[in-house]
């Protein structure tokens, strides 16, 4: 649905893609009628107010690999690519920083640190086309921020292009903020309905000399309550997570507690000796992951909320809750599930209070719009993260309105008076 904008395609001074590429820049369903490349943060910004000043809607696109989050956009006019804005800015390995352009992959900067010995703990799917401006704006994080933090946690400084093509800077290295927000906690989440990302500063941490990942097997009550001790150990942990049968590439189809320690080789040898012990004490099954399959474990976590999202079947929901709540999640969804003939997996970040669902059913709008309503009603932060594209149109995707949306709306009002960004596809259709 374009905007009311006049003329077949509007005039913006920026490189350009034509043809039937530009279908790759579909989102939820809603084709653009210009993609643009700009090749500079200037050249994204010039082209943003060009487009504000015109009243066309306007999307950011990084890897792609995050699009299916959120509603159908309003209107899309304009497709702004970030990927030409893909340099490594810069990197003090001494200062443990680094500023990257929000075009940057995963494994570019993933790379460029690994050769000082340093490391982000980003967990994401398809890190060779996810960017980090789309982690930033979606902030799903990934297992290891139990133990080594989030995104919040680490950005220190973030650039981001405003509809007006105001350029705001905050954070590290260069403090300039606008309108007393705090604009990396605004645009944290935000799904890019605030401003375009451009840059961003973080802080690196130092790549362990050892990993090494258990995997305890037992009943979901069972794990949950250990899960819920080793969270509040001192055994420094990096993941707590907890699977159903048949969710992540283990040997066993059963429950599993999977724990993940790095630090020196000796260190990390202390700490699966106390979980084995502590398993042993319990009568629970206890193994020691090889590498490969430690890798596709935690690759396979990462994925979760990623899995099949342009399968009309399937449905990933995330849900935040105390940590003493879960195993009576799990009790409860899967009964709901059972009730609404859903087949349910889980996957459960046990440290942080994240679980994901992950939804089958032949007839999955019929029986997820019954659902739905039960799951609002039952936990205070549900997220409907993938579902049928139809189905987004008529059931609200992150449930309640929180009792903060009327600052939202203002906030958006301020940043976006002409809601040019990412139109009606965050919490509330802002």
Known sequence: MPSEASGDL??????????????????????????????????????????????????????????????????????????????????????????VQAGCTIDQVRTALAEHGQMLPFDTTIPEKATYGGLIATNLVGPRRFGLGSYRDLLIGITVAYPDGTIAKAGGQVVKNVSGYDLMKLHLGALGTLGVILRLNFKVLTQPAADGTAIIYGDPETLSNLALQLATSSLALDSIEISSPHTLPLPADQWALSIRATGSARGVARKLADLRQLAQAKDLPFHVAEASLAAALW?????????????????????????????????????????????????????????????????????????????VDSWRSATLLTCPTALKRHIPLWGELPSGFSLMQRIKREFDPKRTLNRGRFIGHL
Request: glycine share 6%; with cysteine.
């Open 10 to 99: 509007p005039q913006l001074n920026c490189p350009r893609l034509t043809g039937s590429v530009v279908d790759n820049f579909t989102i939820n369903g809603q084709r653009p009628r210009v993609v643009l490349l700009p090749e500079t943060e200037e050249e994204l910004a010039a082209a943003l107010r060009q487009a504000n000043s015109q009243n066309l809607a306007v999307s950011a696109f990084g890897g792609g690999t995050l699009q299916h989050i959120g509603y159908p956009p309003e209107a899309l006019d304009v497709v702004l690519v970030t990927n030409r804005l893909n340099r490594i800015l810069i990197y003090e390995p001494g200062d443990l920083t680094i500023s």
């Open 299 to 375: 690759n396979a976590c990462a994925a979760f909320y990623q899995s099949n999202v342009q399968e009309e079947t399937q449905a990933v929901i995330r849900l935040a809750h105390r940590s003493s709540e879960l195993a009576n999640l799990f009790r409860k969804v899967s009964t709901d599930c059972a009730r609404a003939n859903i087949d349910v997996c889980f996957l459960a970040h046990a440290g942080s209070g994240i679980t994901y669902l992950r939804l089958n059913s032949p007839h999955l709008s019929t029986d997820l719009a019954a659902l739905w309503p039960h799951i």
